[in-house]
């Protein structure tokens, strides 16, 4: 990102040498280093601005690997790559070294990524037999959470341990709990920038946030967030560096509201902020943040559309009169490397993958360059670029 110190420091570092591997997304849908306290730096051995997507034109077990440059991509050597399985949830780890990948059967797999973006042969890291909806990585690069949608048992956050060879270790689990008794369906996970917290969004179940203790990768303090019916939906959720979270909800009431909400919390307890809403597109299904947390913009999968917002002290102000074309059923964001873009994943099997330009403002500006993925609408179209 241009406007951050990671741009400072992506000069002035090398490109570390992939060495031999033993066993073995991103940020997010967002992911990427910025505004974060520490970053790890171990596993790295890239410096190029990779972006990589699931559910590609070839077919759904094959993810694409692209460098962008320019707002263009060019494919890398070799892609599209043929995983065996469609994933269900992918992160880039925090040095870039590794892109871990989940399966529906249950199983994380870890590939090493090598200076080109081209991923190694995976490796089985853990196996929970559930197909996971959600991963992410702490900032400082310790800490893999997975969750899993195992919505007709317990579904459970998991928390696994990365060691600098990208090694995934047990540590943890939790069941997730909430107050309404309404069904807990995982989306997503997410960890606060400075590792204090992690957060869940369960469809109608509401969220779980637990406070974190990054020494030891153990849970204590537990706060729920509850939706207002058994019809409601939260299904993205976001964190910005000042303990703000942001939930992108579904309402069903008397007629449908889709907005996003924002909670700060403030002494071991979560507080709405004033306005404590605000209007989205159809069906807001992923969140990502650009420029050190000043600009949210939000997926919204039934209308294919993405709202722009700027960010000042856990407030939203719309950017625009009107959504930005994406993809068909956009589903998932990612802001690139530099941060001077975002990029889109949807099912047009034409266009599933689209570029935009960040302005100064904020505004997303159509890129001329897509790139075909997305083509089967009953697996997730997933998009994660290097940090």
Sequence with gaps: ?????????????GVAVLGALPVMIGCGPFFECEGKTSCGSSDSTTSSDIVLASNSSTG?????????????????????????????????????????????????????????????????????GYPEASMDISSDGKWLFAVDNATATAPALRVYSISSSGVLSAVTSYALT??????ISPKSVRVSPNNDYVAVAMGAGGEDILAFDTSDGSFSTITWLNTASAADGDNAIAWDNNDNLYVARTTSSTSTVYSVLIYNMSKGA????????YTTGTAPSAMAFVDDYKYLYVANKSDSTISSFSQASGVLTQLGSTN?????????????????????AGYDSSSGIQVFSVGSSGILAVQPTTAATGTTTSVPALVVSTH
């Design 324 to 344: 930005t074309s994406a993809p068909t059923s956009v589903s998932s964001l990612s802001s690139d490397k530099s941060g001077d873009y975002l990029l889109a």
């Design 1 to 13: 990102m241009a406007r951050t110190w990671r741009k400072v420091a992506e000069r002035l570092a």
């Design 178 to 183: 909430n107050k309404t008794g309404y069904t």
């Design 270 to 277: 979560f507080t709405t902020s004033i306005p404590s809403s």
């Design 60 to 128: 759904s077990t094959y993810i694409n690997s692209w460098t962008l440059s320019s707002g263009a991509l060019t494919a890398v050597s070799g892609s599209p790559f043929l995983l065996s399985f469609a994933p269900t949830a992918m992160v880039v780890s925090e040095a870039n070294g590794y892109l871990f990948v989940a399966s529906p059967a249950g199983t994380i797999y870890s590939y090493a990524l090598s200076s080109a973006g081209v991923p190694s042969n995976g490796t089985a890291q853990a196996v929970t």
